[in-house]
Every structure is written in C-alpha cells, then in structure tokens.
C-alpha cells in the first residue's frame, strides 16, 4: 500500500465507525448534553464534519486558513443523516485530495500555521486531523453512556 492508501483507509475506518455509532443514535436523544456548558449530540457530530472541512482548507492553503466560511454557514441542525449529507461533497474532495498526494509529499509538505506557531509535516498533520474525529467519538460514546442510549459496537 502506498502512504497515501493508508491515511484513506485510516479516515475511511474511522468515519466508518462514526456513522455506525451517529446512525443509531435515537432521533430524541441528539439534544441531550452533560451539562450547560457542553456541545448536544447533534452539535458534535457537526463539529466533527466541519471540523475536518476546516482541516482540509488548511492543508490546501498549507496552513493559512484564509478567509474562512463555513459551508455550513446557519443550517439547522435536524438529523445525523442531513448532517452527512451536508459533509458528503466536502468529504469527497478532501479524500481525493489525500489520494493526489505523492510518497514525498507527505515528509516533505509543511504546513505552517503561523498563528499557533505550528510548523508539521503534512503526515503528520493528517494524522491529528484523524485524531480529532477518534478524541470527538470517544466522547460521543462517553455521551451515550451517561445518557443511557445504547451504543454501536465499533470494535469489529
């Protein structure tokens, strides 16, 4: 497998497992949050798409984020699977973007987000990008659990 197989199959399995878990969440329960000041159900699922929307824009621009607007600008936030189908495009373009990238590309690409002070190379940029998602489903499971909604058996 070239490099750039193994970050698509390593973000294919990890939004495979996402759905698994978002689909069978109750349609009620997308509201419930732990507490005031935590993100509902429905509003991490969405950050986590947009989120990596965000993600890919910076690795586009090789760490300048520009002039940013969401996509999702002020869609209301209704179903796991209208959320899907807003991130459907944004995800397709950011997957064929990964495939377009050499064996070099991914040791000798810098992204460079001048305003953190970051300077990563591009692999492992794609790395925390997954790691976002995998930290967010983590807590969706956390959610589920305290909130006594059955959970998806991820670990097939």
């Given at each position: ?106 040791s ?18 794609l ?19 305290t ?10």
């Amino acid at each position: 497998m070239t490099a750039s197989e193994i970050v698509v199959l390593n973000f294919s399995e990890i939004r495979r497992r996402s759905i698994k878990v978002w689909e069978l969440i109750p349609q009620e329960s997308l509201s419930w949050r732990p507490d005031e000041k935590a993100l509902t159900v429905i509003e991490m699922i969405r950050h986590v798409l947009e989120g990596e929307h965000l993600f890919h824009t910076i690795v586009k621009n090789r760490g300048n984020l520009g002039e940013f607007k969401s996509p999702w600008g002020d869609a209301p936030l209704v179903s796991v699977e209208n959320e899907l189908a807003l991130a459907q495009p944004h995800r397709a373009d950011f997957i064929e973007m990964i495939r377009g990238f050499s064996e070099s590309d991914f040791s000798e690409v810098k992204i460079v987000r001048s305003e953190k002070g970051q300077i990563k190379g591009l692999g492992d940029y794609l790395n925390r990008i997954a790691y976002h998602e995998s930290v967010h489903m983590g807590q969706m499971l956390d959610y589920l659990r305290t909130a006594g909604v059955e959970r998806a058996l991820i670990w097939d």
